[in-house]
């Protein structure tokens, strides 16, 4: 009977060692897919960032070709050499600005936290706006040397400004929208990165939950047969679905020591 007791004994200790094997698993699938959702919040957030400060840069761009062009006619009707000098360094700080956020725009910069551009379209409409830009920026330039004194020389070079400043401005307008394109399906790709990573750590839980139950349940039934082998039920069985092994060597044994109970001679016969 200990034979038995102990060959039980053992099998249980032999599904415990495998529960804590499946646990470990659970662990470390849990830490893994714990990881891949940090790690995916981390790079949405930081896409999301450079999205941003892409957006808000390129929105700058019109209305800067349009302050260049307001700066153009004052400088134009400026009547002091301060005031002739104000304008023309806030005309050419314009200038600068324009196309460092052109470069950045183009090639990335750290400095404002923009990526190298990869995306063919919106290369091309930059390619527009630079051909347009150095029309302008010949134009506005020539206000530094130009000699002005007729009103109509004055009227016909603002309106040429002006008129070159819609040009780009609708231009860079464009570069703008295609940013904001970019930015939005960037957001959508990370919030469908997100859902599958949730989906599949639900999915995980789930099998999780149920191989749980199936262990228990099994180390349940096994407790019970021994329980009842030991107190003499041989013809005990444990219906579990998870320690298959086990169970047959418990109905092996449960069946040799009910055939060696019945070949032992009673008490007191010789």
């Not at 090639?107 to 063919?120: C, E, Q, T, Y």
């Not at 134009?139 to 603002?158: G, I, M, P, R, Y």
């Not at 860079?172 to 599958?196: H, I, P, T, W, Y």
Request: proline content about 2%; aromatic content about 8%.
């Amino acid at each position: 009977m200990s034979y038995f007791l102990t060959r039980m004994v053992r099998y249980m200790r032999r599904t415990l060692r495998s529960f804590r094997v499946i646990f470990h698993g659970i662990v470390a699938c849990f830490l893994v897919l714990t990881g891949l959702l940090a790690f995916s919040n981390l790079r949405a957030t930081e896409i999301q960032i450079q999205d941003t400060d892409a957006v808000e840069i390129a929105s700058g761009q019109p209305g800067l070709a349009y302050e260049i062009a307001l700066y153009s006619r004052q400088l134009i009707d400026a009547k002091t050499d301060a005031d002739r000098s104000d304008r023309t360094k806030a005309i050419q700080d314009g200038l600068a600005l324009f196309e460092r956020n052109q470069t950045a725009l183009r090639n990335g910069d750290p400095s404002l936290d923009l990526p190298p551009l990869h995306h063919k379209e919106i290369v091309g409409t930059l390619d527009a706006v630079d051909s347009v830009w150095s029309d302008y920026r010949k134009l506005v330039t020539q206000l530094f040397t130009a000699d002005l004194n007729d009103e109509k020389d004055f009227e016909a070079f603002s309106d040429k400004i002006s008129d070159q400043a819609a040009a780009v401005s609708a231009r860079a307008d464009r570069v703008a929208k295609a940013f904001q394109v970019v930015a939005e399906q960037n957001q959508r790709a990370s919030q469908l990165g997100f859902v599958a990573i949730i989906v599949v750590s639900v999915l995980a839980a789930l099998g999780v939950l149920a191989a749980l139950v199936i262990v228990l349940h099994s180390l349940a039934a096994l407790a019970l047969a021994t329980r009842q082998f030991a107190e003499g039920t041989y013809e005990a069985r444990a219906s579990t679905s998870g320690v298959r092994y086990t169970t047959e060597r418990l109905q092996q044994n449960a069946g040799t020591a009910r055939r060696g109970t019945d070949r032992r001679p009673p008490r007191g016969s010789r």
